[in-house]
């Protein structure tokens, strides 16, 4: 069975200052991987997702992710972090195949953003 | 507005009450899911249906239960066998089986044992 860490329980980043959120995951074969964000009583919104292909993906608000496999990481980026980014991260993994059914979701990072 | 709303978003239960949790979908997708949140713990999957008349189990499904009569909606039911029912409680819809299909979320519900 797949497994995802996020070694990072709490991140403080000053605004505009850059930022990378760990994620690795364990499995067989390279899997689907996804990042997430969630803000205070809220849903989840999708940041991005990988595949296969370019191992740099580019997602909403500014965010990329890439994808190490040698690493197994799936580690998330932002340049200039904005105090609009104060909220909680997760990666999810989700096994390879042409019809995955469901995901495995790490603990989540929560990013706090000091001025 | 497409989308996939739950209700209703504060539920507060005396114990040994069963309670159910409404997730509905206006977004056509075939796979649906519920999710229960602690503090720390991530997301755990409870229940999943594919296809309507259809559901799985997730990692902890015990003291739950769940019905897909129609494909727009996927209620949850706490049972008084939960033990510790307390939690965020988050619904999820996917368009299909396809490989590079995305799951969406719902608001949450957030249950409340007095």
Same mark, same amino acid.
């Given at each position: ?51 296969? /292909?370019?191992?740099?993906?580019? /997602? ?56 | ?114």
């Amino acid at each position: 069975a797949q497994s995802v860490t996020q070694p990072d329980i709490h991140i403080t980043v000053s605004e505009g200052a850059s930022l990378e959120l760990r994620c690795n995951y364990s499995y067989g074969a390279t899997p689907y991987l996804f990042w997430y964000v969630q803000s205070p009583g809220q849903g989840l919104q999708l940041l991005l997702k990988y595949f296969s /292909g370019d191992t740099l993906v580019q /997602g909403i608000k500014g965010f990329e992710a890439e994808f190490k496999r040698s690493q197994s990481s799936f580690n998330l980026r932002k340049p200039s972090v904005h105090w609009s980014d104060a909220a909680e991260y997760f990666c999810a993994v989700a096994p390879w195949g042409s019809g995955y059914s469901t995901l495995t979701f790490g603990k989540g990072t929560m990013l706090l953003v000091s001025p | 507005d497409g989308g996939i709303t739950q209700s209703p978003k504060y539920l507060f239960r005396k114990e040994g009450q069963n309670v159910t949790l409404s997730c509905e979908q206006n977004l056509n997708h075939d796979a649906m899911y519920w999710y229960r949140q602690d503090p720390g713990q991530g997301l755990r999957l409870i229940y999943y249906s594919q296809i309507v008349n259809d559901f799985q189990k997730g990692d902890i499904a015990e003291g739950y239960s769940v019905s897909r009569e129609k494909k727009e909606s996927f209620p949850l039911t706490v049972t008084s066998a939960q033990k510790n029912p307390t939690a965020f409680y988050l619904c999820a819809s996917r368009e299909g089986t396809g490989r590079t299909d995305t799951q969406y979320f719902g608001p949450g519900t957030r249950l409340t044992v007095l």
